[in-house]
């Protein structure tokens, strides 16, 4: 009686599992041929997941593929590195919280597998440092593709509550300030990943850089997007430059 109660929440957590790669299956097994591939991964992969989230993955993953072959594309499942990179992009679909970021997932895999001037251990390489950004910071790397005044304007206006720059005065109250460290710290942090280069005033006269008199650093005038940056945007489709 005793073995038969501790092995019950053992093969409850098991049945649910199983029902929940089951329906997992179903719901990818629908969209025609990017779904069937997810679904070659749901046992292993994606247990106990937000199969919603998963299902709209694999409807934007099909749009990228459609255009390439089928039966490429699943030659390369023989590639480990290809499985590798497929499996981090369905973790992260399966945490994500927007449509916007299983866009840039969908077409970062759809990139990887298209592109011959990047291998796959290179898209998983940008695939990590996608998941380390917020959709914000995402949004901020790409006004810094086109930061002049007046330019790239259908962008700016779609996200203008994003990019409205916060400058605190002395009066300011805490909020501000505290909006003002946030919104610095998503530029640090494109920066610190060498998505951003960091640019510093320079002194007319000398042509030194400038300090800071307050906190003794460079002076900061602002950023500019790196080669890395350029090629993460490219990746998840969020801009139209050729490749070099």
């Known amino acids: 009686m005793s073995t038969n109660s501790t092995n019950e929440p053992t ?16 719901v990818l097994g629908m969209v025609p041929f990017a779904g069937s591939l997810l679904a070659e991964l749901a046992g292993s992969v994606i247990p106990n997941q937000r199969i919603d989230r998963l299902s709209k993955f694999a409807i934007q993953l099909e749009a990228r593929l459609a255009t390439l072959d089928q039966a490429f594309v699943r030659a390369q499942l023989t590639d480990e590195n290809f499985t590798d990179l497929l499996e981090d992009g369905v973790r992260q679909a399966a945490r994500s919280l927007s449509d916007e970021r299983r866009q840039y997932l969908a077409a970062l895999l759809g990139n990887g597998i298209s592109s011959d001037a990047i291998s796959f251990a290179e898209s998983k390489h940008i695939l990590r440092i996608l998941g380390e950004l917020t959709d914000v910071e995402v949004i901020w790397l790409r006004f810094y593709l086109n930061p002049e005044i007046g330019g790239d304007n259908e962008f700016r206006k779609k996200n203008d509550i994003t990019l409205k720059p916060i400058a605190p005065s002395m009066g300011s109250g805490q909020g501000i300030i505290d909006s003002h460290a946030l919104q610095s710290s998503y530029k640090e942090h494109l920066s610190a990943l060498g998505l951003l280069s960091p640019r510093y005033e320079i002194d007319s006269r000398t042509k030194q850089p400038i300090f800071d008199s307050r906190s003794g650093n460079l002076k900061l005038k602002g950023y500019e997007i790196t080669s890395l940056g350029r090629l993460l945007l490219r990746q998840i489709a969020l801009t139209s430059e050729p490749s070099a």
Not at 17 to 26: E, L, N, P, Q, R
């Open 11 to 26: 093969q409850l957590q098991t049945n649910n599992i199983d029902y929940v790669t089951s329906a997992a299956k179903a």
